[in-house]
Nanobody
Framework: QVQLVESGGGLVQAGGSLRLSCAAPARTFSNYRMGWFRQAPGKEREFVAAISWNGGSLNYADFVKGRFTISRDSAKNTLYLRMNSLKPEDTAVYYC???????????????WGKGTLVTVSS
């Protein structure tokens, strides 16, 4: 089973920044598009951002465009999400996963990890 480990969450004031990290097995990281999802309390998990295996293609949900930046370090098998201008509505548990596309949407491939909690205070 593929183990994905997210880190970097925390409590931040509105307008602040955080950088999330996701460690993945090398085989998974090098062969797949990777991405971030989030789940706010009482809501379904939603897609946030994705990056192709070579970093050449990026996708973002409309609600994070211009504020969040996804990147990957192949040497470290680590995925990142830089989050700027954070808003209270960004409060959620953030998850990473390898991604497949289907029915016009991005879907996680493997079982979800524990995620990392981001709390944005107003």
């Amino acid at each position: 089973q593929v183990q994905l480990v997210e880190s970097g969450g925390g409590l931040v004031q509105a307008g602040g920044s955080l950088r999330l990290s996701c460690a993945a097995p090398a085989r998974t990281f090098s062969n797949y598009r990777m991405g971030w999802f989030r789940q706010a309390p009482g809501k379904e998990r939603e897609f946030v951002a994705a990056i192709s295996w070579n970093g050449g293609s990026l996708n973002y949900a409309d609600f994070v465009k211009g504020r969040f930046t996804i990147s990957r370090d192949s040497a470290k098998n680590t995925l990142y999400l830089r989050m700027n201008s954070l808003k209270p509505e960004d409060t959620a548990v953030y998850y990473c996963n390898a991604i497949e596309t289907g029915a016009g949407s991005f879907q996680g491939i493997y079982d979800w990890g524990k995620g990392t909690l981001v709390t944005v205070s107003s």
